[in-house]
C-alpha cells in the first residue's frame, strides 16, 4: 500500500467512523457521554478506541452536527444531535441519571430583559433542572 493509499484508506476510516457516531446519536433518547456512546458504537460492532471517539466528537462539534452539554450536576460532557433540533434545555434524574429533552426555552422574554438592561448581547446561555423521574419517585 502506498501513501496515498494509506491516506485514502484512513480517510474512509474517518467518515465511516463518524457515520456510525452519528447515527448512534442520532437513535438515542438522551445526551450520551463518550464513554456511554463507546460502549454502543462497540455493541454495534464498530471497531474504535476512546480516544478516536472523543476525537470524532471533537470534529462533529466543529463540523455543528452535534451539541457539547455540560450539565453541572453530573460534571460530565455529553453529546446529541444538532441537526434538525432547535434549542432545548434538560432534565436529569436526580436518582437514576436519566436525562430528558424539555422541548422549550423558557428564557427568551428574561434574554431581552437582560439585553436592555445590560446593553450586553446575549449569545447563549445554560439552564438545567434536575429531580426524580416517574419511576424513580
Ligand atoms: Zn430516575
Ligand atoms: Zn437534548
Ligand atoms: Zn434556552
Known sequence: ?????????????????????????????????PTELYAQLKKHKVAIDLVTVYRNLVTLKELGLVTQLELHQEGQVRYEMREGRQHHHHIRCKSCGRIVDLLLCPLKKLTAVIEKETRFVVGDHSLEFSGWCPRCQ
Open 1 to 33: 500500500m502506498d501513501v496515498n493509499d494509506e491516506i485514502r484508506a484512513s480517510g474512509k476510516r474517518m467518515t465511516r467512523t463518524r457515520r456510525a457516531v452519528l447515527s448512534v446519536l442520532e437513535q438515542s433518547q438522551y445526551p450520551l457521554s
